[in-house]
C-alpha cells in the first residue's frame, strides 16, 4: 500500500497517505484481522443487523473456517467495535489534517 501510495503520489503530483485498516487504532489496540475479533467487532458496531453470531457453533472447541485471528465468539463486541471506529475516525482525521498541512 506504501508504495502504491507513493507512486500514485510521484505520478500526480498530490498527497496521499499509504495506510490499510491495520495501520489504524493501534492505541485501542487494533491489529487487523479477517472474520474475527476485530472485523467482526467493528461490523457489530457499525451494521449489526448484518452480524448473526447465532449461526456459528457455539462450542468454542469447534474452528472457525476462514478466520483469522482471534475467535470472534469469544472476543467480538459492539462496544469493542465502537472503540476501534472511534480510533479510527480520529486517527484519519489527524492525518488529513496534516496532509492539507503540508
Known amino acids: 500500500m506504501k508504495a502504491a501510495a507513493a507512486e500514485f503520489k510521484a505520478a500526480k503530483d498530490l498527497k496521499v497517505a499509504g495506510i490499510t485498516d491495520r495501520d489504524l487504532a493501534r492505541s485501542a489496540g487494533h491489529t487487523g484481522d479477517h472474520a474475527a475479533k476485530w472485523e467482526t467487532s467493528i461490523l457489530m458496531a457499525l451494521r449489526p443487523e448484518l452480524v448473526d453470531m447465532s449461526r456459528l457453533p457455539a462450542d468454542l472447541s469447534v474452528p472457525l473456517e476462514g478466520v483469522g485471528g482471534e475467535d470472534p465468539r469469544a ?3 459492539p462496544d469493542l467495535g465502537k472503540k476501534v471506529v472511534e480510533a479510527m475516525v480520529s486517527e484519519l482525521g489527524e492525518l488529513g489534517k ?3 498541512a503540508r
Do not use: N, T, Y
Open 98 to 100: 496534516k496532509l492539507v
Open 75 to 77: 472476543k467480538a463486541s
